[in-house]
């Protein structure tokens, strides 16, 4: 069965350092979203990718937050420099549309900032 | 603005039984639902979905019910099992046009506990 793939599983790190993430979504999956979780909530999209464009952006912190997609299939999420609050569950979700379609989610990476 | 609603932090059943998980939602332009069940320390596993255009959509032992008029819609569960036990999401998403256009809006989460 087809999974989306998201490494590290676990990052720590310092505040003010860089991070990035990894997702490969599944194969022929053209749309792909980074969402952010912080434990007691639902996850809350960061950014949606249509190939390899940026569909929605309004919701990710663009003085700290990048995000790519330059060939249209994996995709790196990268923050700098990093802060206490950004401590969360990272995930990664691709779909065959944009709309009508469900999204299929990485395992996550779980980003702990000190 | 909590535009997706799971009033019910925690669910907890026997073996066997029916298990109701409830959600409402408030945005008129949602017309596509979704159910996730989550484990912990893993992403969101995708159960079940329906179409605004539906009220009802079955899955082996997963029924998700639809009621636009009162923006609520339930995942029943039967027969309930141990396996069961996890964190339920539902989500939404809203029709065609504008940049909101296939975004998912998560609820806050309903932890079932399925005991033996």
């Known amino acids: 069965e087809a999974e989306v793939a998201q490494s590290p599983r676990y990052k720590i790190t310092e505040k003010s350092q860089a991070v990035a993430f990894w997702c490969d979504p599944i194969?022929?999956?053209?749309?792909l979203y980074w969402y952010r979780q912080i434990l007691g909530q639902g996850p809350e999209l960061l950014v949606q990718f249509q190939d390899e464009s940026v569909v929605d952006d309004s919701q990710l912190p663009k003085d700290r937050f990048s995000a790519e997609r330059l060939k249209g299939v994996d995709s790196t999420l990268k923050i700098q420099p990093a802060e206490l609050g950004d401590s969360a569950m990272y995930l990664c979700?691709?779909?065959?549309?944009?709309?009508?379609?469900?999204?299929?989610f990485g395992p996550g990476t779980r980003l702990t900032v000190l | 603005d909590q535009q997706v609603k799971q009033n019910s932090p925690s669910l907890s059943v026997q073996e066997g039984r029916i298990s109701i998980l409830n959600c409402d939602y408030t945005?008129?332009?949602?017309?596509?639902f979704l159910w996730y069940k989550k484990y912990p320390a893993e992403g969101p596993t995708f159960l079940i979905s329906i179409s605004s255009i539906k009220d009802k959509n079955e899955d082996g032992r997963f029924t998700v019910f639809l009621n636009k008029s009162a923006k609520h819609l339930s995942l029943h569960i039967v027969p309930s099992q141990p396996g069961d036990s996890a964190v339920y999401f539902c989500a939404a998403s809203p029709n065609a046009g504008g940049t909101s256009y296939g975004k998912l809006t998560f609820g806050q989460g309903t932890i079932l506990t399925v005991h033996p």
């Open positions: 979700a691709s779909s065959l549309g944009l709309a009508g379609k469900a999204q299929y």
């Open positions: 945005n008129s332009m949602f017309d596509y």
């Open positions: 194969s022929g999956h053209a749309t």
